[in-house]
Every structure is written in C-alpha cells, then in structure tokens.
C-alpha cells in the first residue's frame, strides 16, 4: 500500500483508542521501531519518550525479545490453557513471583491491564463469597485509573473517561486523593468505610496515579493506609500496571511498603511491548478459599488467550532483561537525572509543580483552567514536541516523560533542553 492509500482508509475505517474522529491531525504512519526511535513513512525519527503508553521498557524492535518470540512461535505458537499447561507459562509464573510479596502463591493470566484488573476484582469478591462472608463493596482513590473495562470502569474515578456509562457502573466508595493537605482526611475516610465491615477490597495506583495526571503521594500514607485494611481484614489490591517493572525507581512500587498487598495485577512493561499481556497474581490465603474440587466455587474467568505461550516467552526474555545489572542502573539513571531536573524547573514561572518518582517525571503547567485531562493546552505541547521530533502525550496541562530504559543520559538532556526552550515560548 502507499501513503496516502494508508491515510485514506485509516481515515475513513479504522478507530483509534482516546481518539475523536472528527477535528484531529493525520497521524504519521510508523514504518519501523528501534530502540528509542519511532521512524515515519514522511522520513521522520522521532523519540518515543513515553514509552508507548508506558509498554516499551526495552524500546522498539528489540533483537532478544524478538528472537525469543520467533523460537516460540515455532515451537508451540498456542493452546487452550484449561486443562493444559506449558513451560512458558510455568518459567514465567516462577518470574513473577519472585518480584511479588513471599506470600504470594498464584498467577491468572490475561491479554490486558484491565482484564488483569477485572480478575483481581473477581478473585477479590469471590474469595469473601467462597468464605461465605458478606464483603461485597470495593473502596478506591478518587481520580484513579484502572482501566476501561466495565469493573475496571466502575473502580475509576467518575469522570469524563466514563460519564457515558456512569449509570451501568457498580457503586464504590471513594476516599480523597491522599494530596499532602488531604492526608489526613483520606485515612479518615478510609477507615470510616472499613468500619461498615461491608469492604472486600482496596484498590490503589501505589504512589503514582498515572492517567489522572502523575499525581505521586507518600509512601508513609500508603503503609498507613494498607496497615488499616489489615486491620479490618480487607484485601488489598495494588495496581501495578503502570508502575511495575522499574517505573517508580524499585522494581515494584509496592517495594516501598512493609505491608504488601493480597493482590497485584501487572501489564503494560511485562512482555516490554513485544506482546499484550496482563497478570493477576494473589497471595496463598486468597487462593486457600478456592482450593476446593467444587467447581461452583472455582474463579469464573478465563479468556481465548490466557497465557498464550508466545507471550509468556516474550514475558519471561523481558523478564530477564529488565533484572539484569545494565537495566537497573540505567532505571538510577534516569531516576537521578529526573530528579536533577525537577529541581532545577520546579521554580519556572509556567510551572505549577514539577515532580519526579523513580522513571517518571512530571510537569505541572500554570493555566487559566483547571488542572485536568481536558485542559486544550495539551494539544498545544503535543504538537510542539512532535514538531521536534519527541513524542510525549500530555494528560492537559500535565505533561511527562516515561522512557524506555534504552535512553542515554545524552538523549535525556536533550530533551530536559527541550522542555525548558517550551517552557520559555509559555512566557
Ligand atoms: C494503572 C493502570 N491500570 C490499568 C490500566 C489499563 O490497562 P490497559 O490499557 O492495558 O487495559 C492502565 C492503563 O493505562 C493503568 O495505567
């Protein structure tokens, strides 16, 4: 196909996710990947600095995890996986768990953040029901991101992300975002909901709720936080779809914690984009309470690609990859340079607030309106960068960078550069 045979039927037949599908630019159209590059079919080089939606630890096209996903795809490219098992799956389960708390026992998995949340959720309400306990509400942060899944949805903060369905989602109780000034009154509510003994589960972003816009909060708050849901024996359910796999400095954010979590579901960084999978992983006292033959009692979920022996080989290189020595300096790496720069910006007269946590970096624009997903100055930035050949993909007026790991401290600066020559034209 030509270009512009692509752009006319991408125009008129394909739908793109978040997109409208009136008013927008033509996207490029990518033609191939390598590392940080993005190459486009009008000749252009671009650096993916967010990763491409947070998936691309190891950047684009990466040999490793392409030879790994070619020996599997020769070797057994898929089978059902009720009644069936296979090495990847196994090899990578072992993986996992090894980044999760000791008490975890087993891995679900899925092809998405949202179905690794939904099995949570499930796994979450149904052990309360297999233990005949009456727990059926869950309580999440508001403002939160977890997915565009009717669950997932209903767990999210209600915005305009899902003011269309808002009537069809399940109720939740919803405590404040644990800002600095609204510490306190986040705990309170917390506990207040947990009191009612009606909570199966809590469900957070640890320490950075990514979509609602980089918003980071204490580690202190969150310990605080888990230590009460233990205490009135609610399950606690991180999700580390985002913030797995390095993004906030440690290979999982619930690191930071003493108190783990009972549930965990992970995404995005888990096969480094070679291949789409979520994971749901659960600690043993969840998994007792469907350890019985009754098949009334099992978990009710499965999908046509559950642990699809592709993506586990992906997952289990990436894996590998992401532990080894080179990967975890260059996460201090950039989480050092992060920092560096935040300080050295957080005063800029256009910066409301600049903020960092491990990998992740986020500005915070002074405008008229209020901080927001739809605040159009966010068309603005993006353009800006993408005419310099950098992609970044504010949240309104937030706008971040989360590299792949293949980034050069060089590359970083330029960018850092970059951003203050924007931040300049804001004057
Ligand atoms: C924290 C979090 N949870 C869940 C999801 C949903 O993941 P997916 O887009 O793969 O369904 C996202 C996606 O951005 C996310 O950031």
């Known amino acids: 196909m030509n270009t512009s045979e692509i752009t006319r039927i991408d125009k008129k037949h ?7 599908l009136q ?31 947070w998936v691309n630890i190891h950047g ?6 392409a030879d ?10 898929h089978v059902i996986f009720a009644g069936f098992t296979h090495e990847p799956a196994v090899d990578l389960t072992q993986k996992v768990l090894s980044l999760m708390p000791k008490s975890h026992q087993r891995v679900f998995y899925t092809d998405n953040g949202s179905t690794a949340i939904e099995v949570g959720l499930k796994g979450a309400l149904q052990y309360w029901v297999n233990k005949g306990e009456n727990k059926k509400k869950i309580v999440a942060i508001e403002g939160a991101y977890h997915g565009d899944t009717f ?4 767990v999210g903060g209600r915005n305009g992300f899902n003011d269309a369905f808002s009537s069809l989602l399940f109720d939740v109780d919803f405590i404040p975002f644990p800002s600095q000034k609204a510490e306190w009154e986040a705990l309170r509510k917390l506990e207040t909901y947990f009191e009612t003994g009606e909570i199966a589960a809590f469900i957070y972003e640890p320490l950075v709720q990514g979509a609602s816009g980089m918003r980071m909060y204490s580690e202190e708050w969150l310990e605080k936080a888990l230590q009460l849901a233990k205490k009135y024996q609610v399950l606690c359910f991180a999700d580390e779809v985002f913030t797995g796999f390095g993004r906030t400095g440690r290979p999982m954010a619930s690191d930071y914690m003493q108190t783990k979590p009972d549930i965990v579901a992970l995404s995005k960084a888990i096969t480094g984009g070679m291949m789409p999978m979520g994971a749901t992983s659960f600690d043993a006292e969840v998994v007792k309470a469907f350890e019985i033959s009754d098949p009334s009692k099992m978990l009710m979920h499965g999908h046509s690609y559950t642990a699809n022996p592709l993506t586990c080989a992906v997952a289990v290189k990436s894996f590998g990859m992401f532990m080894a020595d080179a ?10 340079l992060h920092q560096k720069f935040v300080k050295k910006i957080a005063n800029h007269k256009q910066v409301a607030e600049a903020r960092s946590r491990g990998t992740i970096m986020a500005i915070e624009l002074k405008t008229d309106k209020e901080t927001s997903y739809f605040n159009s100055i966010r068309d603005k930035i993006y353009q800006y960068f993408l005419s310099r050949n950098m992609l970044m993909r504010p949240l309104g007026n937030v706008f971040y960078l989360v590299p792949p790991y293949v980034i050069e401290a060089a590359q970083l600066e330029k960018v850092y550069k970059e951003i203050e020559a924007f931040l300049d034209t804001l004057e």
């Not at 684009?60 to 995890?65: I, R, S």
């Open 23 to 53: 008013g927008v630019p033509v996207p490029p159209i990518v033609t191939h990947g390598k590392g940080l590059s993005l190459f486009t079919a009008d000749g252009r080089e671009i650096m993916d600095l967010v990763s491409s939606w």
């Open 68 to 77: 790994a996903l070619y020996k599997q795809a020769t070797t057994l490219e």
């Open 151 to 154: 669950g997932a949805m209903s």
């Open 14 to 20: 394909v739908w793109h996710p978040f997109t409208p």
């Open 60 to 65: 684009h096209a990466n040999q490793e995890l």
């Open 327 to 336: 990967c975890q300096e260059k996460v201090e790496l950039i989480t050092g």
